[in-house]
């Protein structure tokens, strides 16, 4: 059974950093491309950052240098690494996958089939 599993939420303060976990079950997410999402309370899911399968990201304006995708093919988990935390960054983070991708690196969520439940992360002080 192909699953992903979201981890590392949480409360943060504004300014504060957490790593986010997407680890993979039944299949190899080396294979694939993965997406990073947020949904905020009120609000549609939007694409925060993608990975292809060979390496290219890309990243949403707000998020611009304050996050970083990454992979860890040992342990078949991918990672978004969150900085400089704001208020407006709250929400439910998660990840997808998708082997159709091929090469490309894209933040439309019809795009992808595989879905993680999703950890929240809310920036308060």
């Known amino acids: 059974q192909l699953q992903l599993v ?15 976990s997407c680890a993979a079950s ?4 080396d294979a694939y491309a993965i997406g990073w999402f947020r949904q905020a309370p009120g609000k549609e899911r939007e694409g925060v950052s993608c990975i292809s399968r060979t ?3 890309n990243f949403v ?11 860890d093919k040992a342990k078949n988990t991918a990672y978004l ?14 990840c997808a996958a998708d ?9 439309n969520a019809n795009e992808y089939e595989y879905w ?7 920036v308060s002080s």
């Open 6 to 20: 979201e981890s590392g939420g949480g409360l943060v303060q504004p300014g504060g950093s957490l790593r986010l």
């Open 26 to 29: 039944g299949f190899t997410l």
């Open 55 to 57: 390496g290219i990201t």
């Open 61 to 71: 304006d707000s998020v611009k240098g304050r996050f970083t995708i990454s992979r």
């Open 81 to 94: 690494q969150i900085n400089s935390l704001k208020p407006e960054d709250t929400g439910v983070y998660y």
């Open 99 to 107: 082997r159709r991708l091929f090469g490309r690196c894209v933040t």
């Open 116 to 122: 993680g439940q999703g950890t929240q992360v809310t």
